[in-house]
């Protein structure tokens, strides 16, 4: 196919659809990528250029409408979503190429003739280039495509949907493979029809840049991301079908940031599902939708060094927040509310997370369940006040010689220490309490306690909460004389304990406790009793 001049020689040429003629290459309905590649190779040996392709329906056969491979800054125009090219292959096809503009064109599918590597826009090495403002529709595999090596290339305002799920579990809206770096995914619209299994793949792309896209019934997950140092970043996510996807957000990637997503679902599904390291997840909101079942707001698996904070998530037949096998992550100044389970649920396996300045309410369950180690909480100190036995108070002694630890010696049978406080304001459960002595006597096993507490609100009666814990053994074993010790009072040794909140006014009161099951007896100087609480 020639060059029909129309005028000046230039680097713009025009392809247009018969009967219209205008164009410097002509295209009938059939096998039109060889006036399309003709045009591009007239374009590319002039050093670049734009190619104008009118309104029309280009149509290949199983081969790409058209082929921008080895060719460095040319811009493919076209006239809106009446611009269609229509392929069983892909539509558009990039390769090692720079400098690219792909813009106001519709890459349609051939839906009769589909294979299963049927892209609508499919950069591969390229750099530097844009896909903006364009119509992707019934691809059988993606949508749009930067693989192998892509590189500083944006993806803006396209439409993109009837991307139904291929054989190979594929089937994205948008996919960043393989190698690439510093790409940018922005505003683009994202209809996955229930059947498309991602709205947006990160399979190998990393430094990358995904910003207010939206996404609409995605099959399994809206945005899935698996390379590291991605920004996921004001998306919004919405499903509303039958089809129930796994998350909206899932991220196996470390060193990445999850922020400001708008996530809604009607369905049993989490919101944010996290499985990398040094992941920073904030300011995010997820709703259960329009009262239907759903299920994690933010569900966190071997996550370790990262920040969930201010997030907003509501409802589910599940928890607000779930941590399984955690540690070391900060859970701070969440708003986790009206779950059918826990606000926060943290499991056996995690370690060493702090939880601070979090929002529960309203979970049916409880606000928080704690059964991780270390688990660093907010804690209210009461010191031990007074001391005494069966004759009455200051018959316990208070222990302040120099040199050794002080504070109130029970190491009789009847002897007691005691402690008076209010839950601070903020607290909506108490989580656990924590004795604290230094020991009077070394032992190769444990010692045993009494607890006994009373709290109640404002005009209640004052021990309209009432727990009481016997033959309480000590954190620590073989310890020696002056060694701190420790006793952890929670919900499994009075369901009360998880009752206290803002507000009730606390006695505390500590006994003597007899020997038993290899434990001595309490020989110890009591000095405070700690609560911690969220």
Known sequence: MSYTRMGTICATVVVSMEPDRSGNFVCDGTNDNVELNAAVTYVNALGGGEIFVLRGTYIAGAVP?????????????GEGKATVFETAADCIEANTSTGLIITHVCAHSNTAAWSDTNDGIDLDNC????????WVTQTHDQGIVLDDGCTDCIVDGNIISGIPHADDNLGNGITLAATGYRNVVVNNIIDCNETGDNGIYLSGS??????????????????????????????????????????LIYSAATDSIIHGNRLSCTLATDGIYCTGDRTIITSNHWNRGFGAAALIGIRLSGVADSVIMNNIMRGGTGDCCDLVNCDNNAIIGNIFTLSAGYGIDIDADSDGNRVFLNTLAGNVTLQIRDLGTNTALPTLVLQFIEGGDAAGPQHAQFIHADANPMGWEINLAAEWAIALGVMPPGCQQNVRIKVWAAASAATANRMRVELILTGAQSGESWNAETVQVVNKPSNELNFAVNDVITWTFDATDDLDIDDLVAGDCLEIKVKHNVAGNGDIATNAVFRCVTFEYV
Do not use: K, M
């Not at 750099?127 to 364009?134: D, L, P, T």
């Not at 945005?223 to 590291?228: A, F, P």
């Open 65 to 77: 409408v058209i082929s921008l491979n080895n060719v460095a800054n040319i811009s493919l125009i």
């Open 127 to 134: 750099q530097n280039c844009f896909i903006v403002h364009n």
């Open 206 to 247: 990393r430094d990358s840049n995904i910003h207010n896209n939206t996404i609409l019934n995605p099959r399994i997950y809206g945005i899935q991301v698996l390379t590291t140092l991605n920004d996921i970043i004001e998306n919004r996510i919405i499903v509303t079908g039958d089809q129930v996807p796994t998350a």
